[in-house]
């Protein structure tokens, strides 16, 4: 296995790839008797077009997270009990570009493993699980219709992009689900669960060489597919629509902005640009930003702002979102805040002070097994080593986040989404 040591950060992560292709992160943490592993398979909600053994798939919408949920379905067996009895606590969770299978344990941890790389790796649908799975999420789908902030996100989206399939909802439809069938799941997995785009990543008190060990046993059986999936989807920089509005059972109005930007690849250079992002978003609008503080006064916004960059593959977006009796005020305002740091810049004492709290703040959550797994595996499939984000953070200049926000944070790339209150029928 290959240990790489990080010494600025006091950390190590033995790297290995096994035989099967599939990649391997052990993170030692002695002493501590919390253990933790994810699987993930860096395949979301978004990959719904592949070519499997040389056929082309269009599976429907919701495809990958029906899957998370099928997979803890086996045959007379209660997956959940199991880790339980262990004294572990699994879970799973589905976004637009990754599928994580994940527990937590002290005790057992070998035979948590065990079990996790079982379920995960040995399907088995019927038409009859498959019907009553489709009530289930149906029921999650239309929960989901009516949280205010699902809605106004997925409007959100479908208004600022055209081709990106961030458009369409991770649950899918009530009408996409309905055209999930056995057969489907069956491809799908075989497809998006190739071991050569998995990762399982281990943290805590374990021997590197003993995981490795039971990974290639627990991962034997599974099918080295010849799989070729759609992950390009160009875009243009304007947004589809400037502003979009829906009316809910909510006590004020609610809204999130987003600026369009431009897909920032991998690897090192995109990891910059998501620093450079996040620094951009605190300049602008952050908690200690000179416009947070006038919004607050002028009654604008409430403890509910706030925003950021986020990233999801093909696609990258600065946003804020908060409650407000006037968004477009707010919109207005971060418009044209905009303009000045473009033009005046950001000044060096806060651009300092901004970049030590960013980098304290990732420092401070490698705590955490569950944000440090997590991270380390998500910034895998980003094709970056995630401990090495100290020399990256560094390297980001104040000129860099002024054109940023320059060139993000205009009108063009500009869409607002809001939720106004119902109106009370008299």
Request: aromatic share 10%; with cysteine.
């Amino acid at each position: 296995m290959d240990l790489r040591h990080y010494p600025r950060l006091d950390e190590r992560i033995c790297w290995d790839t096994l035989p099967n292709g599939m990649k391997l992160a052990v993170i030692p943490r002695q002493g501590f008797s919390r253990k933790m592993a994810y699987f993930i398979t860096g395949n979301g909600s978004m990959h719904r077009q592949f070519t499997l053994d040389g056929q082309d798939h269009n599976a429907p919408m919701g495809v990958a997270h029906f899957l998370e949920h099928k997979l803890f379905d086996m045959p007379g067996r209660d997956i959940s009990g199991e880790f339980a009895e262990m004294g572990a606590s699994v879970n799973a969770f589905t976004t637009y570009d990754m599928t994580a299978y994940y527990f937590s344990c002290t005790d057992r941890f070998f035979d948590s493993l065990k079990l996790l790389l079982e379920f995960v790796t040995q399907p088995y649908f019927t038409q009859q699980t498959v019907d009553k799975e489709q009530g289930i999420i149906g029921q999650e789908i239309d929960m989901n219709e009516d949280a205010p902030e699902t809605r106004m996100f997925e409007q959100l989206v479908d208004a600022m992009y055209t081709a990106h399939p961030i458009r369409e909802p991770i649950l899918g439809t009530r009408q996409s689900i309905r055209q999930i069938t056995p057969q489907v799941l069956y491809d799908c997995h075989r497809a998006l669960y190739s071991p050569q785009n998995m990762l399982l990543c281990v943290i805590g008190d374990v021997d590197p060489n003993e995981v490795r060990s039971q990974a290639i046993r627990g991962t034997s059986q599974m099918p080295c597919t010849q799989v070729t999936l759609d992950r390009c989807w160009p875009e243009e920089m304007t947004v589809r629509v400037p502003r979009v509005c829906s009316k809910m059972e909510v006590a004020r109005p609610m809204f999130q902005l987003g600026f369009k930007c431009p897909d920032p690849g991998k690897g090192d250079a995109a990891i910059y640009q998501e620093f450079v992002g996040d620094l951009a978003a605190e300049a602008l609008f952050g908690e200690s930003s000179r416009l947070y503080l006038e919004l607050y006064q002028q009654g604008l916004i409430d403890p509910s702002f706030g925003g950021g960059f986020d990233t999801v593959s093909g696609m990258a977006m600065l946003s804020a979102s908060g409650d407000s009796d006037h968004p477009e005020q707010v919109r207005d305002a971060i418009l044209k805040q905009a303009q000045v740091l473009a033009q005046q810049g950001i000044d060096e004492k806060d651009f300092l002070r901004m970049k030590r709290s960013a980098l304290g703040a990732r420092i401070h959550n490698l705590d955490s097994f569950d944000s440090t797994c997590f991270r380390v595996a998500a910034y895998y499939f980003s094709g970056f080593d995630y401990f090495r984000f100290p020399e990256i953070y560094e390297s980001v200049q104040a000129e860099d986040v002024r054109q940023f926000i320059e060139k993000t944070v205009i009108p063009e790339r500009c869409c607002l989404s809001v939720i106004e209150p119902k109106e009370e029928q008299s």
